[in-house]
């Protein structure tokens, strides 16, 4: 992370489509990713690529859910939410997988000390962010980006069906929709 903390103006700029803003919040946390996403790597099934989008789709969910009101600075929050979105996928993984017990991976016990990265691996972070951005926003229908920005940001089903006036079923069905078409090529 940056030695210059995030002020809450970046934050919300980022949330409302300022991709400098936006890339400036990737450059901050790119080694905070990183670094999450390192702890992980040879210790769960899940690829080193695949554990950096992972965070990235936390840095995100950051993005819509902080809210600077709340007494938490917003490195605290985004780095909690980095963590617990990979913690999330690792734990989805693995019991996917149906792996034995004793493969488990003690996911409180991962190092998150070492916020080192080299800037290409900056960039790249900034381009799988890209793409999947650009990914959500070609392929997924109005409902289901929203349903997906309120799903990253912590809401929980109901609550989304309460913001949208939708209902429960029609949020879960617009999630796996969006699950299913982000998966694809």
Known sequence: MSKT???????????????????ELISAFAPTVESIASGYVG????????LIQEGMIGLLGSVYGYDA??????ETYATVCISNRIKS?????????????NGYVDIDGVDISD????????????????????????????LEKDVLRLHIGGHNYSS?????????KSVDNA????RKKLREK
């Open 115 to 142: 916020n080192q990265s080299d800037p290409q691996t900056i960039i790249d972070m900034q381009e799988q962010f890209e793409e999947l951005s650009e990914s959500i926003e070609k392929k997924l229908t109005h």
């Open 89 to 101: 996928a690792v734990r989805n993984q693995l019991r996917s997988k149906h792996m034995p017990l």
């Open 175 to 178: 999630l796996q929709r969006a």
């Open 43 to 50: 210790r769960c099934p899940m690829t080193r690529s695949d």
């Open 69 to 74: 009101d709340g007494g938490t600075s917003y």
């Open 5 to 23: 903390p995030i002020n809450s103006e970046t934050v919300y700029a980022a949330r409302y489509g300022d991709k400098a803003a936006m890339n």
């Open 160 to 168: 989304i069906a309460e913001v949208l006036s939708i209902s429960v």
